[in-house]
């Protein structure tokens, strides 16, 4: 049993598809299959269920993969170890953002963490909360930005900034005569909410639960994929939304064409935090890029 042969029954399992899997560990199909098939003899048990057009993992495949990839976690673990010793602000740092808070923190985030571990290249990706924690399980990703709360075994999360939620609107509303706006009101409006996925929808059904009992074919409760299709939607006058606040910017528009309007308190809001393995052996990093993200404007 080799960790090459490890990899290999991770990663098939991950694409079941041969053809996938052996492009994602750099060999030919046909040394993936021998190296599955050894390891599957070695054992004596059946790892995947293999027909022409599918591969599926057995329930004994399962718990043995599930215990192959904590023994790559750890053997990554081992190699960052051995660094320790070195500038733990020399190696790239792998961070994800969820989309309702890397296109509006990334851009602060990057100047300031050059000015503050120059040395330290960065790598940035966006996702869905469910992808990022899977990343940040697997180790694709070192740390993740995510809204608390963020409930994961063997996980750290440390809270960074509260943000309130605001109600953006066209020119004209109506709501404008208003100094605040009950979440409740939400209900009545021809609101636009991001599709199923994204937490941010979903803290937005917790601020005004009536929001869930629309039924479809009512003429509202459109979505849209992002907060900018949103804001372009909103602006078009198709309706009104709930941002957060560090998504209220209307550089792009003509004056007058966008307002906001904060929400009657207790207003909602979200916890922006955090989240990294317990087991990760570069604390001065964790240490830096919060510091970093502190001192970005958005968080302040």
């Not at 996938?20 to 021998?34: E, F, H």
């Not at 996980?155 to 605001?166: A, G, I, M, Q, S």
């Not at 994204?198 to 005004?208: G, K, S, V």
Request: hydrophobic fraction near 40%.
């Amino acid at each position: 049993m080799t960790l090459t042969e490890l990899r290999y029954i991770v990663t098939l399992a991950q694409e079941q598809h041969f053809g996938r899997a052996a492009s994602k560990c750099y060999v030919s199909q046909p040394t993936l299959s021998v190296g599955v098939k050894k390891l599957e003899d070695e054992l004596g048990v059946a790892l995947f269920e293999r027909t022409r057009n599918a591969v599926r993992v057995t329930p004994m495949g399962e718990l043995i993969i599930g215990q192959a990839q904590k023994v790559l976690e750890e053997s990554a673990t081992i190699k960052q170890l051995a660094k320790t010793g070195q500038d733990q602000l020399s190696s790239p740092l792998r961070v994800g953002a969820i989309y309702t808070i890397g296109p509006y923190l990334f851009p602060h985030l990057i100047p300031q963490l050059a000015q503050s571990a120059p040395s330290m290249p960065l790598y940035i990706e966006e996702n869905f909360t469910a992808v990022l924690r899977r990343k940040l399980r697997l180790g694709e990703l070192d740390v993740i930005i995510i809204a608390l709360p963020f409930n994961e075994p063997d996980v750290l999360t440390k809270p960074l900034y509260d943000e309130p939620f605001k109600v953006l609107l066209p020119s004209g509303h109506p709501w404008e005569e208003q100094e605040s706006i009950d979440p409740a009101d939400l209900a009545e409006a021809d609101l636009l909410m991001l599709g199923e996925g994204h937490c941010f929808r979903d803290q937005i059904l917790e601020a005004c639960p009536v929001l869930g009992n629309k039924k479809e074919g009512d003429g509202s409760g459109i979505e849209a994929t992002s907060l900018e299709t949103i804001r372009h939607m909103v602006a078009s006058g198709m309706g009104i939304s709930v941002l957060p606040q560090s998504a209220i910017v209307d550089h792009h528009y003509a004056p007058n064409l966008l307002t906001t309007r904060p929400f009657r308190a207790p207003s909602p809001g979200r916890t922006v935090a955090l989240a990294w393995r317990a087991s990760f052996p570069r604390p001065k990093a964790i240490d830096v890029l919060s510091d970093a993200l502190r001192q970005c404007s958005i968080a302040q």
